[in-house]
């Protein structure tokens, strides 16, 4: 992995117990290798590759999140962005929320 | 004695009940009304209100006339109703099938511990009547399903949802749409919560979830826990919204989700896609026209109650009673491996049991752990006995899958014990708390 300044520094945060997938920690300040262009879809892989800690069946289904995930980048929808195609800006903030059904 | 005690007070309750309400019509009787239509004690009651712009005698007047549904008397259903009846809503309908237990008194507040046993709906309805008596309360004590849902929800301008299941989430949804009315939803869990309004000038939960989540995904406030305050506090935003939509206040939650944090204290609040074209229930080519099997389209039961699985074959599982003998003849030497979280370990445990949570059961250090005791055991015994608990008996049988993986050996024999610890206290251990 590339370092210092070469890379794409983003922001990743996990939500509503999905961070329990990730040692509990629910914000990570990543530096991506500045060797691609990054989408969101090629994120969700580098996540599976490199944060996630377990159960990546909690977490992916396919090549997109599972069912019950909401993926926000800067706090908007990613449906808004593109999905998977949006391009990854420095300095975004992706946010993955687990939805709570509890009450 | 205690038994004849409590029937007393329920019978003395009931008639202190009917007092009240005989003395509650007779001052109805001579209240004043005014030509707006609020009566001199309603103006008095709801002034500090009545006093902002953006509701003043008209607003009020509004909200007397306005009928909430809230659906689910829990965590998030008590406060809602709570401060829906103080703002004066004129019907609130409120729908649970569930009586009151003990463990749901620290954060559905309607309730006191005198109430325990008896129904969810009419002790809220008790509750409300006493706070505030111009407030019509009607208590359905029935689930809400495929069959009834429309119905009931026909006869309210607004509804709450206040539920802890999934499927119970859809039918609200699709109901709502089809009734065209809006729906303000909320959810709650640990120190977390989320609160938008769907089918209000936005979309519905099925355009931003149009599938299901996996039932292995979902955890409900009797595993995960729940934090009353943090519940409660997304249970009172959910009134909030009601009240400004019933006043046609802009600003409503919709479009948007709310995402509370209460470990630090934190509102979020995110910008949601718009209504789905394709939405199957309410875009332009809807294939959904009719209530459907909400159990069967989820995968999950329309409650919060775990279903007891069955993973295991019989040989692979001792009943909590064979076990029992085993444990206190001690003629049978092996390894109990207790997988509920430290939390619950804490709470109560059985003598010389190995605490490995479930969730870290694949994790390396846990599994050295479990090899060094089967080695030490092997040194003794031809055959290492493992046995698996947990807290009714689920988890243990998916940890036995687990386990058999790595310890794939006919000389280690792991099993799991049905009914997990809670079968345990029930029937060798009444000093155990259940929880
Ligand atoms: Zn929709």
């Not at chain 2, 919709?254 to 934190?266: K, P, S, V």
Request: glycine fraction near 8%; aromatic fraction near 8%; charged fraction near 25%.
């Amino acid at each position: 992995m590339s370092s210092g300044d070469d890379g794409l520094h983003v922001i990743i945060e996990f939500g509503g117990g999905a961070e329990l997938l990730f040692d509990k920690q629910k914000r990570h300040v990543v530096n991506l290798p500045a060797d691609r262009e990054w989408t969101l879809k090629l994120l969700l892989f580098w996540i599976r590759d490199n944060l996630l800690k377990e159960r990546p069946e909690l977490f992916l289904q396919g090549d997109t999140v599972r069912p019950g995930i909401l993926v926000l980048v800067n706090d908007a929808d990613w449906e808004l962005l593109g999905q998977g195609e949006y391009r990854l800006q420095k300095g975004d903030t992706i946010l993955f929320i687990s939805t709570l059904h509890g009450g | 004695m205690e038994k004849e005690l409590v029937k007393e007070i329920a019978e003395l309750r009931k008639l202190l009940h009917e007092k009240e309400n005989k003395l509650a019509a007779l001052r109805r009787e001579k209240e004043i009304l005014q030509s707006y239509g609020l009566s001199n004690n309603e103006v008095c009651k709801y002034s500090r209100q009545i006093l902002i712009p953006e509701i003043n005698i008209k607003g009020q007047v509004k909200i007397k006339n306005s009928s909430v549904l809230i659906v689910g008397a829990g965590g998030l259903g008590c406060p809602s109703a709570l401060y829906l009846a103080g703002a004066g809503v004129g019907c609130i309908g409120i729908v649970d099938y569930d009586d009151v237990e003990v463990n749901n008194l620290h954060r559905q507040l309607l309730f006191t511990e005198d109430n325990i046993g008896t129904p969810k709906v009419d002790a809220a309805a008790e509750f409300i009547t006493r706070l505030n008596r111009n407030v019509k309360i009607i208590p359905y004590k029935l689930q809400l399903s495929s069959s009834n849902a429309l119905q009931v929800i026909e006869n309210y301008d607004i509804v709450l949802d206040c539920t802890d299941n999934v499927a119970t989430r859809y039918l609200l949804n699709d109901a709502c749409v089809l009734s065209g009315k809006p729906l303000v939803s909320g959810s709650a869990l640990k120190f977390e919560g989320q609160l938008t309004v769907y089918n209000y000038k936005g979309p519905c939960y099925r355009c931003i979830f149009p599938t299901p989540p996996a039932p292995y995904t979902v955890t409900n406030c009797g595993d995960g826990g729940v934090v009353g305050a943090a519940v409660g506090t997304i249970g009172l935003l959910q009134a909030l919204e009601a009240l400004k939509i019933i006043l046609e206040m802009p600003g409503v939650l919709t479009r948007r989700l709310l995402l509370f944090d209460g470990t630090e204290t934190t509102f979020r609040n995110i910008k949601l896609r718009p209504k789905n074209l394709n939405c199957a229930i309410c875009g332009n080519n809807r294939t959904i026209h009719k209530l459907i099997d909400y159990e069967q389209f989820c995968g999950a039961k329309a409650n919060d109650k775990n279903p007891d699985l069955k993973i295991l074959r019989d040989d692979e599982r001792v009943t909590v009673e064979d076990y029992h003998k085993m444990y206190n003849s001690q003629l049978t030497p092996h390894i109990l491996i207790d997988v509920r979280s430290p939390e619950e370990f804490e709470i109560c445990q059985i003598k010389n049991s190995i605490n490995v949570p479930f969730t870290e059961i694949e994790k390396d250090g846990c599994l050295a752990l479990i090899e060094a005791e089967v080695n030490k055991r092997q040194q003794e015994d031809d055959i290492v006995e493992v046995f698996v608990l947990c807290r009714r008996g689920n988890d243990s049988q998916n940890a036995v899958k687990r386990l058999q993986k790595y310890f794939d050996n006919p000389n280690v024999k792991i099993r799991d014990i049905e009914g997990g610890i809670h079968a345990w206290s029930r029937k060798f251990d009444p000093l155990f708390p259940i929880y």
